[in-house]
């Protein structure tokens, strides 16, 4: 399989780390979103929509929407689970995991901070004051979940999706300096998961385009 991403795209962060805990390989093929290469012939012949990640499979086809790949991901190759296993576990822990992609995520999306600063004309402090309050709001609702967990992780003793979906938004939310010590379990969670070799090997400071300055920061 091959992996088309960004280093610091959030979705394809995502990809990753779901790669990782299965025990699957994808060879990376970076894609520089930060130089709109996303929008070139060659890059649209795979994904029309210009959008990362894109997972060629290993007959060639080419699956886009990093929940869509997660899915796939999660119905062709079963174990290790990453969700509970009765239908209204799932249906919960799915609610959870699209409040990260549906609710948190396509608001501080790249393209949307770019139309922001761009024809919007918005400031940069707009712009952060804008990305810290819809994580603000997020993580403030998801903190409350993960206070009432037994289990060290969303599975009990097993990451699942929802920390798949989670630790990449941890990231960016660092990134633009958004105050986390008012989520203390998401942080400790997010902490537990950097100790696991499937998330270590998925951050962005440690892929094929990451730049040399940020090789090995955490």
């Known amino acids: 399989m091959r992996l088309y991403a960004y280093y610091r795209s959030s979705a394809a962060y995502r990809v990753r780390i779901a790669l990782g805990l299965k025990g ?33 499979t290993d007959s060639g086809a080419c699956l886009s929407q990093s929940v869509a790949i997660l899915e796939w991901l999660e119905e062709t190759a079963p174990d290790p689970a990453l969700y509970p296993r009765t239908s209204l576990e ?56 993960v206070i009432a967990w037994r289990g060290a992780y969303s599975l009990g003793e097993l990451p699942g999706m929802f920390e798949v979906m989670l630790v990449p938004q941890l990231y960016n939310a660092r990134r633009f300096s958004v105050a986390t010590e008012s ?30 300055e940020l090789r090995g920061v955490s």
């Open 90 to 145: 799932r249906a919960r822990y799915r609610a959870l995991c699209q409040h990260i992609a549906s609710d948190i995520h396509p608001l501080n999306n790249l393209r949307v901070l770019r139309y922001l600063g761009g024809p919007l004309g918005q400031s940069q402090d707009a712009i952060n004051t804008w990305y810290a309050h819809w994580i603000t709001l997020g993580f403030t609702a998801l903190e409350q979940e």
């Open 24 to 56: 699957l390989a994808a060879e990376i093929r970076p894609v520089d979103i930060a130089a709109n290469e996303q929008a070139s012939d060659e890059f649209r012949r795979r994904n029309p929509q210009g959008l990362v990640p894109v997972l060629e």
């Open 183 to 212: 989520f203390p379990a998401l942080v400790d969670l997010d902490a537990r998961c950097a100790e696991l070799p499937a998330f270590r090997a998925a951050h962005p400071h440690r892929q094929p385009d990451t730049p040399e």
